[in-house]
T-cell receptor
Framework: GNSVTQMEGPVTLSEEAFLTINCTYTATGYPSLFWYVQYPGEGLQLLLKATKADDKGSNKGFEATYRKETTSFHLEKGSVQVSDSAVYFC???????????FGKGTKLSVIP | GAVVSQHPSWVICKSGTSVKIECRSLDFQATTMFWYRQFPKQSLMLMATSNEGSKATYEQGVEKDKFLINHASLTLSTLTVTSAHPEDSSFYICSAPSLGRDEQFFGPGTRLTVL
């Protein structure tokens, strides 16, 4: 079955630092992959997704490339802001239609 | 994008009482909705899949008699925590997939505290 390993935090960065949050997957075939973000006190929001191998998802300055050769979908941002402080989840389709299984989540804190 | 709402956003109840949480898709229809539970500093755990017009499908280890799910219409699913105990205190989140898309939309969550 599908599974994902996500880098655990917490991660603390200074403003304008470079961010990488690792996510690797084991999957049958090439399912869509997702990054969700949860801001403090809120529900999850889709940050970006990639629907097939070698796709790059991007949004709000974040990027992730679906790399089949390394089975990875690492999240990156060149210059983080305080407002990026949140918990980030890598996610992939679960066993059933539309189901999602989440990585453990990585808490990011960006300090001025 | 599509909007999913949850009500209430937080609830405090006494041990032994039952609590109902509503999940609504506001601008689209959802034949399927998912209920998750999130423990502090942990990831989301899928509890059950709510199916409109039929019984919910529960994940292994989730008590169906304790967590009653009713998907009464194409826009509403409810989760009732029966005879709540302090260990049921958690953050409950619902989601709904948009029909024809591989994207899910999440509610803002409900914080349940059982005293």
């Amino acid at each position: 079955g599908n599974s994902v390993t996500q880098m655990e935090g917490p991660v603390t960065l200074s403003e304008e630092a470079f961010l990488t949050i690792n996510c690797t997957y084991t999957a049958t075939g090439y399912p869509s992959l997702f990054w969700y973000v949860q801001y403090p006190g809120e529900g999850l929001q889709l940050l970006l997704k990639a629907t097939k191998a070698d796709d790059k998802g991007s949004n709000k300055g974040f990027e992730a490339t679906y790399r089949k050769e390394t089975t990875s979908f690492h999240l990156e941002k060149g210059s983080v802001q305080v407002s990026d402080s949140a918990v980030y989840f890598c996610a992939w389709p679960g066993a059933g239609s539309y189901q999602l299984t989440f990585g453990k989540g990585t808490k990011l804190s960006v300090i001025p | 994008g599509a909007v999913v709402s949850q009500h209430p956003s937080w609830v405090i109840c006494k041990s032994g009482t039952s609590v109902k949480i509503e999940c609504r898709s506001l601008d689209f229809q959802a034949t399927t909705m998912f209920w998750y539970r999130q423990f502090p500093k942990q990831s989301l755990m899928l509890m059950a899949t709510s199916n409109e017009g039929s019984k919910a499908t529960y994940e292994q280890g989730v008590e169906k008699d304790k967590f009653l799910i009713n998907h009464a219409s194409l826009t509403l699913s409810t989760l009732t925590v029966t005879s709540a105990h302090p260990e049921d205190s958690s953050f409950y989140i619902c989601s709904a997939p948009s029909l024809g898309r591989d994207e899910q939309f999440f509610g803002p969550g409900t914080r349940l505290t059982v005293l």
